[in-house]
């Protein structure tokens, strides 16, 4: 009865943590805010089933866990430090390195860093998005920017109107900047500050990815890789 109890600790504590992911990414999404609740309330589920999944195994696997939960930390401390993550999304690190223990898979070693890795498939998604968005309204018309400038911008922003941005507040900040009658386009690899609207009826702006969003499903693509190994 144990055996078989223990073999289903790692089942119930995967749909716990997948269910929790995609519930935070659905709100993640839809407003680009998730409540705390939505990580305290399955926490308390998972912190005996994770206990129990990794006191059960040897001494040396305590170990393995333990570094792959310092990386995981680490990896959520430094992106929120240096502003290349938000709150929710260092948050969704350390959630995963707590209740995912690694495994011997060269998949499994550190679930995080592969979890990142696939989550890029719903990324480069959304970037191609913005780009057919952008090649349908973008323009440039009046910018001063160099070839450089422009390809991020169609990658990683999108041309809204005021309309627009005032109906999704949340999800745009913008880029562009007017000074005189000069209009440049700011970039930074770090989320940038929230800034009021440049008084133009179309802009540039920065969308605000809904990256707990890719997380989730790059731990539900993760999930069906374990599955089929």
């Not at 790692?10 to 990414?25: D, E």
């Not at 998604?125 to 323009?139: D, M, R, V």
């Not at 702006?205 to 989730?216: G, I, N, R």
Request: aromatic content about 16%; charged content about 15%; some cysteine.
């Amino acid at each position: 009865m144990s055996i078989y109890f223990y073999d289903l600790v790692p089942v119930y504590r995967r749909i716990v943590l997948i269910s929790a992911l995609l519930y935070a990414g659905y709100q993640d999404y839809k407003t680009r805010e998730i409540d705390d609740k939505t990580w305290v309330y399955p926490s308390i589920i998972l912190a005996p089933l994770t206990f129990f999944e990794v006191y059960n195994r040897t001494p040396t696997y305590l170990q393995i866990y333990l570094f792959s939960l310092f990386l995981g930390l680490l990896i959520a401390i430094l992106t929120l430090k240096l502003k290349l993550t938000g709150e929710a999304d260092a948050i969704a690190f350390a959630f995963i390195s707590l209740f995912e223990p690694p495994g011997y898979h060269i998949i499994t070693l550190f679930p995080l860093g592969s979890v990142i890795i696939l989550s890029l498939v719903p990324t480069l998604l959304y970037t191609c998005y913005n780009l057919s968005w952008n090649l349908k309204h973008g323009s440039f018309a009046g910018y001063e920017a160099g070839s450089l400038v422009k390809a991020l911008a169609m990658l990683t922003m999108r041309y809204i109107s005021r309309r627009e941005y005032e109906e999704r507040s949340y999800m745009y900040i913008p880029s562009t900047q007017k000074q005189g009658d000069k209009l440049t386009i700011e970039l930074s690899p770090m989320i940038p500050e929230k800034v009021e609207n440049p008084g133009l009826d179309e802009f540039w702006a920065v969308t605000l990815a809904p990256y707990v969003f890719f997380l989730s499903i790059g731990y539900l693509i993760y999930t069906i890789l374990l599955l089929a190994f």
